[in-house]
């Protein structure tokens, strides 16, 4: 078993996000993506049941190291693999309320 994943994004598409090389890039980003990764569990619930776990994925850049939120799943489960680019097709536009609350500290 190999784990593969889609990436999705930092932050819903339409979402202003951290920019790396900005001032605390790393923990403004860390704090995004890990609500965005709560928002996707609610708005895809069925993803864990389907093999599909959202998670952040740091990767080098000639600008240094910037994250991502990914689906990640078994690269021999065709129908997680199926479940992950459906959500890669349906990524939230805008924050929801429980994840402004979560980025407003609440």
Avoid at 15 to 40: H, I, P, S, W
Avoid at 83 to 102: G, L, T
Wanted: hydrophobic share 35%.
């Amino acid at each position: 078993m190999g784990m593969d994943w889609v990436y999705l994004a930092p932050t819903p598409i339409e979402e202003d996000c951290a920019q790396l090389g900005q001032d605390n890039y790393r923990n403004q980003a860390m704090k995004e993506m890990t609500v965005f990764c709560n928002q996707l569990y609610r708005e895809f619930p069925e993803a864990e049941s389907k093999g599909v776990y959202f998670r952040i994925k740091w990767q080098s850049h000639d600008f240094g190291t910037y994250g991502e939120v990914v689906a990640a799943y078994d690269d021999n489960d065709l129908e997680a693999m199926d479940y992950a680019i459906h959500v890669e097709n349906n990524i939230p536009e805008h924050w929801d309320e429980e994840s402004i609350k979560e980025l407003e500290g609440e």
